[in-house]
């Protein structure tokens, strides 16, 4: 598995070796053994969400307060761009973005660790699987504004298609964040 450090060095990108072949191919999404030797860590990943949305579909910038997810993302039809926030206060990256390209033709995965916000548009309809470190609490679910102009995101589509959570996500500012 190679790994890749992003503009936040949390944040991981990671590509598993692909074993193509006559037939199609074959790769490892997932070896715990393998990821913690990668990328230097061992979550222990709790629950698998899938997302499944359309074209120009905006999720995000969603994170957890209370028992904060960390996030292995991963994409399994489609390609979204998907960025991570660091909502840290105390770290010397806090309130910035890392965006990158994950699709199903890349294999491309994300680690996001808990203290960051996460998010994604899709550039295509996708289907995204997520594995948490930590059970969802809603009542715990937080929401970033997805323009907030502090953090300053360049999503690659002008007028993203939101729900109303993500409509009514707090400016960086007046968000509740990490210590």
Do not use: C
Not at 34 to 40: H, I, L, M, P, Q
Not at 122 to 151: C, G, S
């Amino acid at each position: 598995m190679n790994v890749t450090r992003t503009a936040l060095p949390e944040v991981l990108l990671l590509e598993p070796k692909v074993f193509p072949d006559e037939r199609g191919m074959v790769f490892e999404s997932y070896n715990r053994k393998v990821f913690a030797e990668a990328a230097g860590v061992d979550p222990q990943f709790v629950q698998d969400n899938r997302s499944i949305s359309r074209k120009n579909v905006l999720r995000g910038i969603h994170y957890q307060v209370v028992k904060p997810q960390g996030k292995l993302i991963q994409v399994l039809k489609g390609e979204i761009f998907d960025v991570a926030v660091d909502l840290r206060r105390s770290s010397k990256t806090f309130g910035k973005w890392a965006g990158f390209t994950l699709s199903e033709s890349n294999r491309k995965m994300a680690w996001i660790p808990a203290g960051f916000g996460h998010g994604f548009v899709a550039i295509t309809d996708v289907d995204v699987l997520y594995k948490m470190t930590e059970f969802w609490m809603p009542q715990h679910d937080r929401t970033i504004l997805w323009n907030d102009l502090a953090i300053g995101i360049k999503w690659p589509v002008d007028q993203p298609v939101l729900s109303a959570k993500d409509q009514a996500g707090k400016a960086l500012g007046q968000a509740e964040v990490f210590g």
